[in-house]
């Protein structure tokens, strides 16, 4: 249903406020605004703003909205911080907006050996909680200081870290709750630390891009924290960084827990930032975890020995602290230096190679704009998760273009991505399977595959009320 | 387009280009703003809020970007922006965040434009916040107490006043702790350091509010009107050096007054004491077995990034263990009284200051230290209300200093 009129909104707020305190609802314009736009750098669009934003507290509030959203047959969005990089938060329709803060309770039980979190929680808080008491939040996005749980575990983001180390955020996962699109609630899982053999139905909704189900309630094994080492390697040119990294693998190397790199006129913004020497080539920084200082120093040689076979111009492991910290914000910087330095916004795209030709889906990132209309007017600049295979080229969008060059710049990303995701027979790792990257789902698992995700959406949502329009997306 | 331009604009009496010249600070950085975020978990509303996310700085920024491209400045949407906008500390949390993570962007100027905007609209201040700006107009300060009654604190003790005498240091006290009583004891510990380190200080017989009040809640012209009369005060008396208490005062005099740098030397207390006692080695007599932590007020440590020197202070007295909160230095939570909410009832879902104090127990702290009467006052609220007295008290810098003498 469409709502039309300023009375069937405040009938919409009225009927919600005795779900949740009349407080807790809010349709003022500018929240409206605010919990609908998202990091793209075009603007919001008026005829797609949300009607109400409403803030519960308890799994049985979510679930009296969803049942109350199918009995008038309005969408309902979830938002947790509103991060996503893919447009999922942003709004194809207008609808109601649940606001996921205030469900951001965590406990930690220690006895049990897991913890539990509201989708609400920010990461670093719940890594802060845990890691006073010796243990290990194991994933670690970019957007840290502002992720909520729900946000990650509905896309099992493996953000930063090297999957084939240390494994997704779902591998941590022992049992959701969740609230289903018509309202009814159920837990998944276990509350032991042996996880269900055979079907288990917490995989629908972790990494379930927020289709099938509101999580309210998240609980996690507790990792013991790691011992760390580090290390670097310069190399001359690209190619012999790939190769490099892929003889972690095919030599079978214990890998990593971070493994970033920067193509070497990247990496030399970073480096100038942080008063470090300007390296001759481009970067590799990685972090080797062991259950003592030891075995992470070890396991850092590993993998300094294959990196050493593809001839880097310089490679170490690092002991000094300081120096490690300057290395590593050298990389972290560059995207904000960028935008500040030039006063407009940063745009990446996330390429995956297959293990095999990492050489040749590095060349293709490094020309990742070439031939596209919008964005080769624009420098690019090359950084990623090498050790997960991940490059990420990005630009900087001019803040004078219009809306619509912003609009088509944003799409010409997506296309290039997919294009060479399809080429790698990859796919992201980091932000999500649909809204701006349905297209991309349908080519790489064919339109078979994206009419049974319809489908299973279909059993859980008949009314299609749940994150209306991150399925559909630009399909 | 920067702050000095607009006060170019406001002195030549160009009102249009006054407001176009606010409006380019709000859609300027708007227009850079990356919607990422990343400054709303540092952002004093996201612990006290309710949490829409309106409530938070690229919140506030984009409410009345969006107000002026879509033209939403009517009924009750206009009151919805003033309350938005007037929420804000202005703690500068958001700021510093901005430039370690993202955009760089100037939230606060925009925050600020943004409330002087609505001032020449007639849409702000809260409607609280009038009586202190007609009180600073009339009376010189925002409390709206008698001028001649402001320096009666001083009874019985030996001050130069200036004029006519001079000094070498301006001791500048500020309206809160001159009028306030419960904070008469800061302003004589002060004097009492001051003596103990043989400084040659003076105090101005008819001082007046240094504007920032006025500035933090949109009134420019006021603002303006005051430091042009503390200049003219400055410059007669041949003042060379200001000393003040608040840091409020202090960062207007340093960072808001625009040509006073280049000819006077302003410093916080607790930085002018800590090269003084650096040099002059002060005896402390008295033992202070407590554990202290120290609360950073947020116009000295994420406007100014003094973070040591009050710390400093506190480690020189004997008997004291420094500990600290686990919110501290440029990530320190804001005790909720900047920004113009000393004066105005504000929406806190938690009181920030209550909060504070929790943090400070947690850290097993029996005395809470800061450097600001703002925040002493709303620590001392807080701590009074909770029933907490037998458990923790407030004490600025200055008072434990002395204490300890």
Redesign the interface.
Known sequence: MTLKTSPEVAKLADELAMIVPK??V?T????R???S???F?Y??E?ENLPYA?V?PKSKNEISEILKYANRIEVPVFI?G???SFTGASRYHVPGIVI?T??MNDIEIFEDFGFFECGPGC?C?SVAKEIETRGYFLPFAPG?R??ASMGGLIANNTSAHVVDASIGKPGDYVLGLEVVLPNGEIIETGTKGLRRPAGTDLTKLFVGGDGLFGVVTKIRMRLVPAFERAYGFAIYQDLKSLAKGVKRIYTERRPLPLFMEFMEKETAKIGYKIKGLEIPRGSVILFVSIGNSKEEASQRAKQILSSLLAENPIEAQQIEDIELWEKLWSSREVIG?YL??ES????SSAEVVSNLMKLEECMEDARHFNKDLPVLSQLTLYLFGHIGGLTMHPGVIIP?EWDNEKKKRAVDEKFQREAELNLKYNTCGGEWGQFAKRTPFFIQRYGKESYELVKKIKKTFDPNNILNRGVLEGDA | MNREKVIEDLNTMDEEKFIEDLKEIIL?AA??C?????C???CPLFHST?????Q?P??IM??IN??L??N?LKGE?QE??RD?LYLCTTCNGCVL?C??????LPVLDAIEAGRKLLREMMIGPLPQQRKPLKDIYLYGNPYGEKPETRVDWLKGLKVKMIPPERAEVLYYVGCTTAYEPSLHPIGKSLVRLFQHLDIDFGILNEEICCGEPARRMGDEGLFQEMMNRNLDQFKSFGVQTIVTISPHCFNTFLNEYPSIQREIKIQHYTQFLVQAFKEKKPMFRKEISSVVTYHDPCYLGKHNQIFNAPRELLQMIPGVKLVEMKMTRDESLCCGGGGGRMFAEVEEERKLSDMRIAQALEAGANIITTACPWCYKMLQTSIQDSNLGDKITVKDVAEILSESL
């Open positions: 407080k807790y809010s003022h314009i500018f929240e605004i605010k919990s736009i998202d990091t750098p603007e919001a008026r934003i803030m938002r911080s509103g991060t606001n803060h205030r920010i670093e957007s200081l502002i904000s935008m500040q006063g407009n916004q940063w803040k | 300027d227009k850079r990356r919607n990422c975020n990343y709303f978990t540092i309710r949490g829409f996310m309106s938070t690229s919140g984009q409410s969006y107000a491209k879509w939403i949407d919805n922006l938005l965040r430039k370690s993570k993202a955009t760089g």
